[in-house]
C-alpha cells in the first residue's frame, strides 16, 4: 500500500508540476499592455493613414510604420537589409467577355457576366461537361467518372433538393445553404484542372442587379503570370444553347423528383474570350524574424494583416478593429519577445512575426508567402493568426473576456490542448469554438490569412473576436476599441506561442479535418 500511495504522490506531483505557471513567461507577459496597443492603433488607424487600402499610400505608410516599430524593438532586417517582402499584383478594370454558342453571340452583362480578375485567355471547344449541381455532390453528379483535366464545366446554382424538401426551404435558409456549399464547388473545380466553369443562374437580371457594383469595380490579383479557371455566370438560355436537346427547367424538375443526377457531355461550339486592361503594383508584407537557439530550424509564426478598405472621397474606412487591432498585437508580441531575448531568455525555436497586406483583395499576402515561403513550410509548426480581437459582439454583449478559437483542433490535437491549457493557467478567458464548426455557414475559417497556411498542412489558430454593426463600415474606429480585452488576448497568444518555442517536442500533425 505504501508504494501504491508513494506511486499515486510521484504522479499528482508531476501533474502538479506540468501545470505550474512558467515565472519568466508571466514576467514578459506583462510588457504586453493596452497603453502600447492603443498608442500604435492610435497612429495606424488615423485618418492619415487613408484607410491602408493595398497598393495605395496609406497602405505604404503603415508597412514603413511597423518595420520601424520592429526596427525600434532591436530586430534586425530579415534579409538583405529589408522588413518586406514585396509581391506583385494586378489591378485589373472591367472589361466585357464575349462569348458565343455554335455561331450565336451573347452579349455580356446581359445574358452572362463575370468578375474582373479572370485570367486574359481565349478557350475553344466542341465540348461542354454538364455536372448537374456541382462536382462536390456525388450524390447527384458522375464527377467521380468523369475526367474533367481541361475540360469547360458547366453546373447549376444552389443546390439540389428532393420534391418532399424543396417546398420547406425557402428565403434565408436557402440562402445560407447556398453561401455554405458554393466556394466549395468553385475551389473543387480549379483543384480538378478544369479550364473554365460555367455557371447557371436562374434569374440573371436579378444576379446582374445584386452584383452590380462589384462587376464595375476593379479586381487585385497575384501576378504570378500563370492562366487559371474561367468562371462565367450564365443564363438559363445559354445554358439551354449548349445542351441542345433538354432544357434546364426540365432537368430541375427531375432532380427534384428522383435525387438522381443528370449529367451529360454537350456537343456544342463554344467561345469564351477573355481581355484585361491590367495595371502593375505591388506590395509587400513586413516580416519580424527572432532567431531561436538549439531548435532555430523550426519556425512559429504570428500573423494578422495591416490592410484595409482605404478610402472614398472624404469616407476613410479606418478599420481600427480590422485588423488594426491584429497589427498592433503582433507588433507588441514582437516587441516582447526581442526583450526576452535580448535579456538571455530568447526563444527556443524560431519566430516570425508577420503583417500582410491584401487580405480583403483575398488573402494575397498570405498566398503570396505561403507560396514564396521565405522560411521553409516544412519547418513551420504552426501559425497563430490575429485578426480582429478589440471588439465585443452581441453574443457577448455582458461578457467582453471571451475569444473565438478558429481551426485549433483541425490540423493538430496537440494545439489545440495547449491552447487550452494556457488559458487556463494565464488568462482564463471564455473560449468560444461556434465558428470552428465545419458546418458553419460564415465560413471564417477559410476568410482570413490563416487558411492559407492550413491549406499547406500546417496547424493554424485563428483569435477572432465576432463581427459587430461597424464591421467593414468607416465607423470602425479606435474611440469604440475595448483595449483591456485585446491586452488579454495577445497575452493568451503570447503564452500559447511561448510554450510553442520553447517545449521539447514539436507538436505533430494528427488530423486532416476538413
Not at 147 to 169: A, C, F, H, N, R
Amino acid at each position: 500500500m505504501k508504494k501504491t500511495a508513494f506511486f499515486f504522490y510521484i504522479l499528482f506531483s508531476s501533474a502538479l508540476f506540468a501545470q505550474q505557471k512558467d515565472s519568466v513567461a508571466l514576467r514578459y507577459s506583462k510588457t504586453i499592455t493596452a497603453g502600447a496597443m492603443s498608442k500604435n492603433l492610435h497612429v495606424l488607424a488615423s485618418d492619415e493613414y487613408e484607410g491602408r487600402e493595398t497598393g495605395k499610400r496609406g497602405q505604404k505608410m503603415a508597412a514603413a510604420y511597423i518595420a520601424n516599430q520592429f526596427k525600434a524593438a532591436g530586430i534586425p532586417p530579415y534579409k538583405d537589409s529589408t522588413y518586406f517582402q514585396e509581391f506583385p499584383l494586378n489591378v485589373i478594370t472591367p472589361s466585357p467577355v464575349e462569348i458565343t454558342v455554335n455561331g450565336k453571340s451573347f452579349t455580356c452583362n446581359k445574358d452572362y457576366y463575370s468578375f474582373p480578375g479572370q485570367s486574359e485567355q481565349k478557350i475553344e471547344t466542341n465540348n461542354v461537361q454538364f455536372l448537374g449541381y456541382g462536382i462536390d455532390e456525388p450524390q447527384y453528379s458522375d464527377y467521380k467518372g468523369v475526367d474533367v483535366q481541361g475540360k469547360v464545366l458547366m453546373i447549376l446554382l444552389g443546390e439540389p433538393y428532393t420534391k418532399d424538401t424543396l417546398s420547406l426551404i425557402t428565403g434565408k435558409k436557402a440562402a445560407s445553404m447556398w453561401t455554405s456549399y458554393y466556394k466549395t464547388k468553385l475551389e473543387k473545380a480549379r483543384e480538378s484542372g478544369a479550364q473554365a466553369l460555367l455557371v447557371v443562374v436562374d434569374d440573371i437580371s436579378k444576379s446582374l442587379a445584386d452584383n452590380k457594383h462589384r462587376l464595375e469595380s476593379s479586381s487585385m490579383k497575384l501576378d504570378l503570370g500563370k492562366k487559371e479557371m474561367a468562371v462565367i455566370y450564365i443564363s438559363q438560355e445559354i445554358a439551354n444553347a449548349i445542351l441542345k436537346k433538354q432544357t434546364i427547367e426540365k432537368i430541375k424538375q427531375k432532380i427534384a423528383a428522383s435525387a438522381k443526377p443528370r449529367n451529360t457531355l454537350a456537343k456544342s461550339a463554344l467561345i469564351i474570350n477573355i481581355k484585361n486592361n491590367v495595371q502593375k503594383i505591388s506590395s509587400e508584407n513586413v516580416l519580424a524574424y527572432i532567431e531561436g537557439t538549439d531548435m532555430k530550424d523550426q519556425l512559429i509564426v504570428v500573423t494578422a494583416h495591416y490592410d484595409h478598405l482605404g478610402a472614398d472621397g472624404a469616407t476613410v474606412y479606418n478599420g481600427a478593429d480590422d485588423d488594426g487591432s491584429g497589427t498592433v498585437a503582433v507588433i507588441n508580441l514582437a516587441e516582447t519577445f526581442a526583450k526576452a531575448k535580448k535579456e538571455g531568455h530568447g526563444p527556443r525555436r524560431s519566430i516570425l512575426f508577420m503583417t500582410v497586406a491584401g487580405e480583403e483583395k483575398g488573402l494575397l499576402g498570405s498566398s503570396y508567402y505561403t507560396d514564396h515561403p521565405e522560411y521553409p513550410l516544412k519547418n513551420t509548426v504552426c501559425d497563430l493568426n490575429i485578426d480582429m480581437i478589440g471588439r465585443v459582439d452581441e453574443k457577448h454583449a455582458n461578457n467582453p473576456d471571451y475569444v473565438y478559437l478558429i481551426g485549433s483542433d483541425k490540423l493538430s490535437s496537440q494545439l489545440h490542448s495547449i491552447s487550452e491549457t494556457e488559458n487556463k493557467l494565464y488568462e482564463n478567458l471564455q473560449l468560444d469554438y461556434t465558428y470552428n464548426d465545419e458546418k458553419d455557414k460564415n465560413r471564417f475559417y477559410y476568410r482570413s490569412d490563416h487558411y492559407n497556411f492550413a491549406k499547406n498542412g500546417v496547424p493554424v489558430i485563428f483569435y477572432f473576436n465576432g463581427v459587430h454593426a461597424d464591421y467593414h463600415k468607416e465607423t470602425d474606429e479606435v474611440e469604440k476599441i475595448n483595449f483591456d480585452k485585446m491586452e488579454k488576448i495577445t497575452r493568451l497568444v503570447f503564452f500559447t506561442a511561448w510554450e510553442l518555442a520553447n517545449r521539447n517536442e514539436r507538436i505533430v500533425v494528427d488530423s486532416n479535418k476538413k
